[in-house]
């Protein structure tokens, strides 16, 4: 069977090569590989999110849900210094890129690349932020949200870009339907960029 980015342990060759991008304002060269979402470029719905949206400037602990080869996660840290960022992940290689791809901008103390279950119980994000894995299908796909979206500070937010064409809107109603009240904040290049928060579960 063919490798997807979402494979657990790819048994593709690991050929690495290293991709540049510029992310609110900072030149980054990340080192990918094959077997990994995005290898070639930094993922045109990805920069749309970073783009649509503001960096973060106060510290807290965020979420990056399938940081692929951790750029988000690196941005995250680098532009919020006081920041601790779990990087999660359930490709392995993909964990791997994500720790050397922090190291490199010299943030990999504060950035946790980890599967999802090495992630602490007891643990809560005062932000999320993910270009999600549509192709998972809808079923798991909700439950992946539903699963860390429930692990959401009552005052935090998620923010996350979809394909226009692969539910973006379908989506946006559905977690307002499920409790976290969800806008549309940017639209660019077919993606759609929303931000759910924790209000109607936490009501004041």
């Given at each position: ?24 304002g ?9 077997g ?30 399938g ?10 840290a ?33 950035v946790?690349?980890?599967l ?8 809560r ?9 549509i ?18 500070a ?44 924790n ?6």
């Open positions: 069977m063919a490798d997807h980015y979402f494979s657990a342990e790819p048994g593709s060759a690991d050929v690495r090569r290293t991709v540049d991008a510029r992310i609110w900072r030149e980054y060269t990340f080192t990918t590989a094959t990994v979402f995005s290898r070639d470029r930094l993922d045109i719905g990805t920069a749309v999110l970073l783009r649509e949206v503001d960096p973060p400037r106060v510290g807290g602990t965020f979420l990056d849900l940081t692929g080869y951790g750029p988000i996660a690196c941005a995250l680098l532009e919020a210094p006081e920041a601790t960022v779990w990087a999660v992940d359930v490709n392995t290689r993909a964990l791997e890129l994500t720790a050397v791809n922090a190291e490199a901008a010299g943030v990999g103390d504060r946790r690349a980890v999802p279950d090495d992630v602490p119980a007891d643990l994000f005062d932000q999320i932020w993910s270009n999600p894995a192709h998972i299908g809808k079923p798991e796909l909700h439950k992946m949200l539903l699963r860390w979206l429930a692990r959401l009552p005052d935090g937010m998620a923010w996350f870009v979809v394909s226009k064409n692969l539910g973006g809107d379908s989506l946006q109603r559905w977690l307002t339907e499920q409790g976290y009240p969800c806008e549309r904040v940017g639209s660019a290049k077919g993606f759609r960029v929303l931000r759910a928060t209000a109607g579960r936490h009501p004041s």
